[in-house]
């Protein structure tokens, strides 16, 4: 090889190396996490009602006190918000007589571990029924596990998101509850979306609420603000989620 030759080659490796370090150090600016609202972190606690436990691995545990729960929810996260942006909403469902665990993701995008349930059935024999879901990306990753787990869940919540799996043989109870001015409100509920949640679906649309409302963080980008409070649309949320968690619960 000649001189010239290898001084072209070098000049293009480092060329290339050059896009690649400009490339990494992109996405990562990109998917720094939204920040929290003091309401998220003020949640990670526990109450007469709820027992508050966080794993070694960023897992948020939130457990009814009054009770044995024998019901439980993963909730997967969207994308780029952190698992504490939840938790006003998991501690408010576990007081009412649930298990509730938000699985961190990698990067904050849970499209990158859509199995993460997996570990926290298994360490939970205790419950007999189970429902997972999420918010945005944090839903379809919950509907992606169900595809990938058939007959393992018998609920599925979905937070401003849809399936892009065909679930509709699964035999799920599918809760969907979004915001009106969701600028993706149109597609959580086109006809081919629901068709694949199957024909056991609650649908309910938040009047005045966003996308950004579904948790306690901000900065959000291309949503429009809301005409209904945080705390209105998140108590819809929980409402919503805790009638699905009711319709799946084994007990008498």
């Given at each position: 090889?000649?001189?010239?030759?290898?001084?072209?080659?070098?000049r293009l490796a480092i060329a290339l190396l050059v896009i690649v370090i400009v490339a990494v150090a992109g996405f990562l600016w990109w998917a720094q996490p939204q920040p929290l609202l003091p309401e998220a972190t003020a949640a990670l606690k526990s109450t007469p009602a709820a027992a508050f436990q966080e794993g070694p691995s960023g897992r948020l545990t939130f457990s009814a006190t009054n009770e044995p729960p024998d019901t439980g929810l993963v909730l997967y996260t969207g994308g780029k918000v952190p698992p504490a942006a939840?938790?006003?909403?998991?501690?408010?469902?576990?007081?009412?007589?649930?298990?509730v665990v938000i699985?961190?993701?990698?990067?904050?995008?849970?499209i990158f571990d859509t199995g993460a349930a997996s570990a926290v059935i298994a360490e939970h024999?205790?419950?007999?029924a189970w429902a997972v879901g999420g918010h945005s990306l944090g839903g379809a990753s919950?509907?992606?596990?169900?595809?990938?787990?058939?007959?393992?869940?018998?609920?599925?919540a979905l937070w401003a998101s849809y399936s892009s799996a065909d679930l509709a043989d699964e035999g799920l109870a599918v809760s969907l509850?979004?915001?009106?001015?969701?600028?993706?409100?149109?597609?959580?509920t086109a006809p081919d979306a629901l068709a694949?949640?199957?024909?056991?679906?609650t649908v309910t649309v938040i009047e005045g609420g966003n996308h950004e409302q579904m948790g306690w963080y901000t900065g959000q980008p291309n949503d429009p603000p809301a005409t209904v409070s945080r705390q209105d649309q998140q108590a819809q949320v929980v409402?919503?989620?805790?009638?699905?968690?009711?319709?799946?619960d084994p007990s008498p």
């Open positions: 090889m000649t001189l010239g030759r290898r001084r072209i080659l070098r939840y938790a006003p909403a998991a501690r408010a469902i576990a007081e009412a007589g649930y298990l699985v961190p993701a990698p990067l904050n995008f849970a024999p205790e419950i007999a919950a509907a992606l596990f169900i595809d990938a787990n058939p007959g393992l869940v018998d609920g599925l509850a979004y915001g009106s001015l969701d600028a993706g409100a149109g597609g959580f694949r949640l199957g024909d056991d679906v409402d919503v989620t805790i009638d699905l968690l009711e319709a799946i």
